[in-house]
């Protein structure tokens, strides 16, 4: 498959099978958007928040289906995320949970702040706004409510397979927040004016600006729920 560009809210994108080895192609994009042409043989099964299609390539004999899409928005998965815990868990690595937890407390051991790293180079376009989406329920015998608050954070170099307590970035600015209950479900922040700042790549952190209870939401590895980062294009 290749990427022809994007000019003027437009996208233009080829797919071909030169190994003439394959009769049916599925592609997901992380682009929503509306078709606004195709050549014969591709199928729009969704468009939004991303857009699928099929191609069939039979009888192809190697040539190259294009089709051309109005982009509006992109939708990305982290390409890390973790969190970090205190007292006695403060050298444990959490990279590969299918989890992420946050909490805020005053007993040492209790406490736990999630990050999440995104690449937006792929990306083509301006972008208007961005919401990270987090899903994810209460758990905790303290309550049934929580506010969880999403923060910019400038350094970029952790990696989920080495982050700890002890080596974790500093959080930055507090950008918006989002309340959880015991029901899941997706929690919604404006993370627009970090992004806008950042460049790529993007790093958020979840937290509590208080004592809370404790969050638990869906890591990247859990591939039904993972925690997207949703940015609506301003020239789509």
């Not at 792929?122 to 923060?151: C, P």
């Not at 927040?177 to 919604?188: E, F, P, Q, R």
Request: proline share 3%; with cysteine; net charge negative.
């Amino acid at each position: 498959m290749s990427c022809d560009g994007r000019s003027g809210g437009q996208l233009t994108i080829g797919i071909s099978d030169p190994h003439r080895t394959a009769s049916t192609i599925t592609v997901q994009l992380v682009y929503g958007g509306s078709l606004v042409s195709a050549d014969s043989g591709i199928t729009v099964t969704q468009t939004s928040p991303t857009l699928t299609l099929t191609v069939d390539l039979s009888g192809a004999a190697g040539a190259t289906h294009e089709a051309t899409f109005t982009a509006t928005s992109a939708t990305l998965t982290p390409t890390a995320d973790t969190y970090v815990r205190d007292g006695s868990y403060a050298t444990t690595v959490y990279g590969t949970a299918t989890t992420l937890v946050v909490k805020n407390a005053s007993t040492s051991g209790y406490n736990r702040q999630a990050f999440l790293t995104y690449d937006t180079s792929s990306v083509l376009g301006t972008i208007g706004s961005a919401t990270l989406s987090a899903h994810g329920y209460v758990s905790d015998s303290g309550g049934t409510t929580a506010t969880l608050t999403a923060y910019g954070v400038s350094d970029t170099t952790w990696t989920e397979s080495a982050l700890t307590r002890h080596t974790k970035p500093a959080l930055g600015t507090a950008l918006s927040t989002a309340g959880a209950t015991t029901t899941k479900s997706w929690l919604a922040f404006d993370v627009t004016s970090h992004v806008d700042a950042t460049g790529e790549p993007v790093c958020l952190a979840l937290a509590e600006g208080s004592a809370g209870l404790a969050v638990i939401l869906d890591s990247r590895e859990n591939t039904a729920n993972p925690p997207v980062l949703r940015l609506v294009l301003a020239d789509g």
